[in-house]
């Protein structure tokens, strides 16, 4: 069945119009019609079973047949990085951590950063396209760019991979999700990772080679969903 997201959509709908690019592509790309059933997905764990009510192309509305809320799993999974300078690859990123479960992704302003402004509503839509792909029922939240520092004194007690070299424990020991921290392509700092450790982070040894920055964030989700 075909999927659209409805971000405003609730248990007490009765009708909804999809925006006009889902109209579009409801209508016009997927040619459906009238009495023709989809679902919709809220990113909020809502999914609903839909009628087309009028197929109209750029105001498809929908009666609204039945809804199912799915809770949230209680592990979060939050990744927090410095975005690449290559758009292309972030963009990859969001839409596999999205297929896999990622919860949250905060972006972080580092000293070696090589990117400093982002395109949000371009990853969401990545972000988005991926959920309904993956039939994921929450949509991650993505936030803007914040300090390295005061994100760790916000959120301590975490895991960060850095290339140091330092004692770090291995990544398949990790038994909890925490928020995990990636660094820019030219590493943390060194005053980054020593105020990171004071704040209770651990440093987790992700490969015995050097990794891209989205390839460690994968693979930091990765083991994330499987705490």
């Given at each position: 069945m075909h999927l659209f997201y409805a971000p405003e959509?609730?248990?007490k709908t009765q009708e909804y119009t999809l925006t006009e690019d889902e109209s579009k592509h409801c209508v016009r790309v997927l040619r459906l019609k009238q009495g023709s059933r989809v679902e919709l997905l809220n990113g909020k764990g809502l999914s609903v079973l839909a009628e087309i009510k009028d197929d109209h192309p750029k105001k498809c509305t929908l009666h609204i047949l039945?809804?199912?809320f799915h809770p949230r799993s209680a592990k979060e999974i939050h990744l927090a990085l410095a975005p690449t300078k290559n758009m292309d690859r972030l963009e990859w990123l969001m839409e596999k951590a999205t297929e896999i479960g990622l919860s949250k992704m905060?972006?972080?302003k580092c000293d070696?950063?090589?990117r400093g402004q982002l395109k949000l509503d371009r990853l969401e839509k990545i972000a988005i396209s991926a959920m309904k792909q993956s039939k994921?029922?929450?949509l991650p939240e993505i936030t803007e760019l914040v300090s390295f520092q005061s994100f760790v004194q916000n959120h301590p007690n975490g895991f960060i991979g850095h290339c140091y070299p330092a004692e770090k424990i291995d990544?398949?020991?990790i038994e909890e999700s925490k928020v995990f921290l990636i660094g820019p392509e030219g590493d943390?700092?060194?005053n980054e990772v020593n105020f990171a450790l004071q704040n209770g982070y651990q440093a987790v040894s992700l490969s015995d080679f050097r990794l891209r920055t989205e390839t460690a964030a994968l693979i930091s989700v990765m083991k994330l969903s499987l705490v």
């Amino acid at each position: 069945m075909h999927l659209f997201y409805a971000p405003e959509i609730t248990d007490k709908t009765q009708e909804y119009t999809l925006t006009e690019d889902e109209s579009k592509h409801c209508v016009r790309v997927l040619r459906l019609k009238q009495g023709s059933r989809v679902e919709l997905l809220n990113g909020k764990g809502l999914s609903v079973l839909a009628e087309i009510k009028d197929d109209h192309p750029k105001k498809c509305t929908l009666h609204i047949l039945s809804t199912e809320f799915h809770p949230r799993s209680a592990k979060e999974i939050h990744l927090a990085l410095a975005p690449t300078k290559n758009m292309d690859r972030l963009e990859w990123l969001m839409e596999k951590a999205t297929e896999i479960g990622l919860s949250k992704m905060t972006f972080l302003k580092c000293d070696h950063n090589e990117r400093g402004q982002l395109k949000l509503d371009r990853l969401e839509k990545i972000a988005i396209s991926a959920m309904k792909q993956s039939k994921r029922y929450y949509l991650p939240e993505i936030t803007e760019l914040v300090s390295f520092q005061s994100f760790v004194q916000n959120h301590p007690n975490g895991f960060i991979g850095h290339c140091y070299p330092a004692e770090k424990i291995d990544l398949n020991s990790i038994e909890e999700s925490k928020v995990f921290l990636i660094g820019p392509e030219g590493d943390f700092s060194e005053n980054e990772v020593n105020f990171a450790l004071q704040n209770g982070y651990q440093a987790v040894s992700l490969s015995d080679f050097r990794l891209r920055t989205e390839t460690a964030a994968l693979i930091s989700v990765m083991k994330l969903s499987l705490v």
